[in-house]
């Protein structure tokens, strides 16, 4: 839903709307639309979700913030490498991709 293929269909922002309003419905008075590094940057992949909850009317409220439980070392070592390998493939189709003359 979030993928550069098909974006303007806007999938993902439909979904969202969708169980905003249903949280409406069901009396809720705040939605989550959860948190965000405050490092992001204007060329970082994760901008147009800040974006995006900003121009929903999201506030901004800084709590705690997460952190994770490694329970299992090899999995989780083994997790960070499958990521990594997939941001590297991910960014070298993006740059297969890219033309020239295109609009940034």
């Known amino acids: 839903g979030s993928t550069s293929r098909n974006r303007d269909a806007r999938a993902s922002n439909a979904l969202q709307w969708q169980a905003i309003q249903d949280a409406i419905d069901a009396g809720c008075t705040a939605y989550d639309l959860r948190g965000f590094n405050?490092?992001?940057?204007?060329?970082?992949?994760?901008?147009?979700l800040l974006l995006?909850?900003?121009?929903?009317?999201a506030d901004v409220i800084e709590l705690v913030g997460e952190r994770e439980l490694v329970l299992n070392r090899f999995w989780h070592?083994?997790?960070e490498k499958a990521m990594a390998l997939r941001v590297?493939?991910?960014?070298?189709?993006?740059?297969?991709?890219a033309t020239p003359d295109a609009d940034v």
């Open 52 to 57: 995006f909850k900003l121009g929903a009317g």
């Open 77 to 79: 070592t083994a997790f």
């Open 88 to 97: 590297a493939i991910n960014n070298r189709r993006a740059g297969a991709n």
């Open 38 to 48: 405050t490092s992001l940057g204007a060329t970082s992949p994760l901008i147009g």
